[in-house]
């Protein structure tokens, strides 16, 4: 297995942030095989969806209804609202599992792999990448 961690900046804001291209480069010079992300996290996920076509604020705009930022979490550490970054991972799992053929993502036409993250009191996100060969 190969396998290393990969860091992004998600800012301030709730984000949809598409890891698409760093998993195609991650898998390019591999052959068949699974390719596994991590996030290590307990306020983030990763998501299989569409993005550019309104999905991703699609994806956080249901969120925002599910999981308001408000004072009704009892983890109250952090900003207001901050309790539900913590109650996302049931909902957005912290880990995704894809198929890789010949080096390549076995993706649909319109499907990306994505950061989801909503606590925006950690700008700085890490991602596992792990390729397990076939």
Same mark, same amino acid.
């Given at each position: 297995?190969?396998?290393?961690?990969?860091?992004?900046?998600?800012?301030?804001?709730?984000?949809? *942030?598409?890891?698409?291209?760093?998993?195609?480069?991650?898998?390019?010079?591999?052959?068949?095989?699974?390719?596994?992300?991590?996030?290590?996290?307990?306020?983030?996920?990763?998501?299989?969806?569409?993005?550019?076509?309104?999905?991703?604020?699609?994806?956080?705009?249901?969120?925002?209804?599910?999981?308001?930022?408000?004072?009704?979490?009892?983890?109250?550490?952090?900003?207001?609202?901050?309790?539900?970054?913590?109650?996302?991972?049931?909902?957005?799992?912290?880990?995704?599992?894809?198929?890789?053929?010949?080096?390549? *993502?076995?993706?649909?036409?319109?499907?990306?792999?994505?950061?989801?993250?909503?606590?925006?009191?950690?700008?700085?996100?890490?991602?596992?990448?792990?390729?397990?060969?076939?």
């Amino acid at each position: 297995m190969r396998s290393e961690e990969r860091t992004y900046r998600t800012g301030d804001t709730d984000v949809v *942030l598409d890891l698409t291209d760093d998993c195609a480069d991650f898998v390019a010079r591999e052959g068949d095989g699974l390719l596994h992300l991590f996030v290590p996290h307990a306020t983030a996920g990763l998501a299989v969806l569409e993005t550019g076509a309104g999905s991703d604020d699609d994806l956080l705009a249901a969120l925002g209804d599910l999981l308001p930022a408000d004072d009704r979490w009892r983890h109250r550490h952090g900003t207001p609202g901050h309790g539900r970054s913590h109650v996302m991972p049931a909902l957005v799992p912290p880990y995704a599992s894809l198929p890789v053929v010949g080096g390549r *993502l076995a993706l649909g036409t319109w499907q990306s792999v994505c950061l989801v993250d909503l606590n925006v009191d950690n700008a700085v996100r890490t991602v596992r990448f792990s390729f397990l060969a076939g």
